[in-house]
């Protein structure tokens, strides 16, 4: 190919490096915004299967979305309000023991001293010196408030979300239909099948992901209440602890593990250093991990977006390396999606060639 003018080539060539890079530099700006958006419509996908059977058993669809609606905002506020006085009792306790045990010990020196005696290869002195300095240090409050910013961005970023489901509930219908316009007449047919098959992909996903942290969060709650306390006495924040195994299933592989860790060290923290009951409530966990991995997750998730488990491992750690949590949220209806895409499209263009 001849170039009749190599400058206005160049010229249009930058001016569209120019163009990409501030569509890029737009885009990682949005960032924050567009996974705002993009959670909001994965959990309205998600939801948007209840609606239908709702509708299907002669609910009008408006009040069908409010029935959706007000029933997972109830259960998330009810759930929210209960914790609120768990973390208050124990932030309450943490500062009566530091009040009651650590400043006494640090001002007459005897806990320093017992340190020195019982851990003698620990820099105390050096450790103090340390802490002192790190707390005197005008960016030590820097990074307090940064935190706290970091705490009400969540927050704030939350309710956005909230805001963004209710309306995408309440409007993927339109949403859809403005999509499937775009689609050349001669193609929408298929498009719309292959669209509505990857929202039924996500939503089952979704419902299926939810009955696996309830089955957690239901079955950690009855053994933490009733069946282990009759061997090791009183499990406190049975219901809290309950929540957290719920809360962690949500999240796919490395979820329930993390979930698992962390209640087993609030069981030991919060009941007098029990090691039977540590043991006790490490060993279920162990348990129903294997149970989860083998038994409860493919078979639910074979059900709802029929991948295969080692796309599902992939699929989760790519997602969770590129967007964290969220990342891994959505990983797998994804990977459901591109299998979809090959089956129905690409693979039937490669036979006709």
Same mark, same amino acid.
């Given at each position: 190919?001849?170039?009749?003018?190599?400058?206005?080539?160049?010229?249009?060539?930058?001016?569209?490096?120019?163009?990409?890079?501030?569509?890029?530099?737009?885009?990682?700006?949005?960032?924050?915004?567009?996974?705002?958006?993009?959670?909001?419509?994965?959990?309205?996908?998600?939801?948007?299967?209840?609606?239908?059977?709702?509708?299907?058993?002669?609910?009008?669809?408006?009040?069908?979305?409010?029935?959706?609606?007000?029933?997972?905002?109830?259960?998330?506020?009810?759930?929210?309000?209960?914790?609120?006085?768990?973390?208050?009792?124990?932030?309450?306790?943490?500062?009566?023991?530091?009040?009651?045990?650590? %400043?006494?010990?640090?001002?007459?020196?005897?806990?320093?001293?017992?340190?020195?005696?019982?851990?003698?290869?620990?820099?105390?002195?050096?450790?103090?010196?340390?802490?002192?300095?790190?707390?005197?240090?005008?960016?030590?409050?820097?990074?307090?408030?940064?935190?706290?910013?970091?705490?009400?961005?969540?927050?704030?970023?939350?309710?956005?979300?909230?805001? $963004?489901?209710?309306?995408? %509930?309440?409007?993927?219908?339109?949403?859809?239909?403005?999509?499937?316009?775009?689609?050349?007449?001669?193609?929408?047919?298929?498009?719309?099948?292959?669209?509505?098959?990857?929202?039924?992909?996500?939503?089952?996903?979704?419902?299926?992901? %939810?009955?696996?942290?309830?089955?957690?969060?239901?079955?950690?709650?009855?053994?933490?209440?009733?069946?282990?306390?009759?061997?090791?006495?009183?499990?406190?924040?049975?219901?809290?602890?309950?929540?957290?195994?719920?809360?962690?299933?949500?999240?796919?592989?490395?979820?329930?593990?993390?979930?698992?860790?962390?209640? %087993?060290?609030?069981?030991?923290?919060?009941?007098?250093?029990?090691?039977?009951?540590?043991?006790?409530?490490?060993?279920?966990? $162990?348990?129903?991990?294997?149970?989860?991995?083998?038994? $409860?997750?493919?078979?639910?998730?074979?059900?709802?977006?029929?991948?295969?488990?080692?796309?599902?491992?992939?699929?989760?750690?790519?997602?969770?390396?590129?967007?964290?949590?969220?990342?891994?949220?959505?990983?797998?209806?994804?990977?459901?999606?591109?299998?979809?895409?090959?089956?129905?499209?690409?693979?039937?263009?490669?036979?006709?060639?």
């Amino acid at each position: 190919m001849k170039i009749q003018n190599p400058y206005r080539t160049g010229l249009f060539a930058g001016l569209g490096v120019i163009t990409a890079l501030v569509i890029g530099g737009a885009v990682g700006s949005l960032a924050t915004i567009l996974t705002y958006v993009g959670a909001a419509l994965f959990l309205a996908l998600g939801l948007d299967p209840l609606v239908t059977w709702l509708e299907r058993h002669k609910v009008k669809r408006p009040v069908a979305i409010l029935i959706t609606l007000v029933g997972v905002l109830g259960i998330f506020a009810g759930l929210v309000f209960a914790l609120i006085p768990v973390i208050v009792e124990q932030v309450g306790n943490l500062i009566t023991q530091i009040n009651e045990v650590v %400043v006494p010990g640090f001002q007459d020196g005897s806990f320093v001293d017992w340190t020195k005696t019982y851990i003698p290869w620990l820099d105390v002195d050096g450790i103090i010196d340390q802490a002192v300095a790190t707390v005197t240090n005008p960016d030590f409050l820097g990074g307090l408030l940064a935190i706290g910013i970091g705490i009400a961005g969540g927050l704030f970023g939350g309710i956005i979300v909230i805001i $963004l489901v209710i309306y995408f %509930v309440a409007s993927l219908g339109s949403i859809k239909r403005g999509v499937y316009q775009f689609v050349p007449a001669t193609k929408r047919a298929h498009f719309i099948d292959l669209a509505e098959q990857i929202a039924d992909s996500v939503g089952r996903y979704v419902i299926g992901q %939810v009955a696996l942290a309830l089955c957690n969060g239901v079955i950690s709650f009855v053994l933490l209440s009733f069946i282990f306390p009759i061997f090791v006495g009183e499990i406190k924040y049975a219901a809290l602890l309950a929540f957290i195994a719920f809360l962690g299933s949500l999240i796919p592989l490395v979820g329930t593990l993390t979930a698992s860790v962390v209640i %087993v060290l609030s069981v030991y923290l919060f009941n007098d250093f029990n090691l039977l009951a540590v043991i006790i409530v490490g060993a279920w966990y $162990l348990i129903y991990m294997q149970i989860e991995a083998y038994v $409860l997750n493919p078979r639910i998730m074979a059900r709802a977006v029929k991948v295969p488990g080692v796309v599902v491992v992939i699929a989760a750690l790519v997602g969770g390396t590129l967007l964290g949590i969220l990342g891994a949220l959505i990983a797998i209806p994804v990977a459901a999606a591109v299998q979809l895409i090959i089956r129905e499209v690409v693979v039937p263009r490669q036979n006709e060639l």
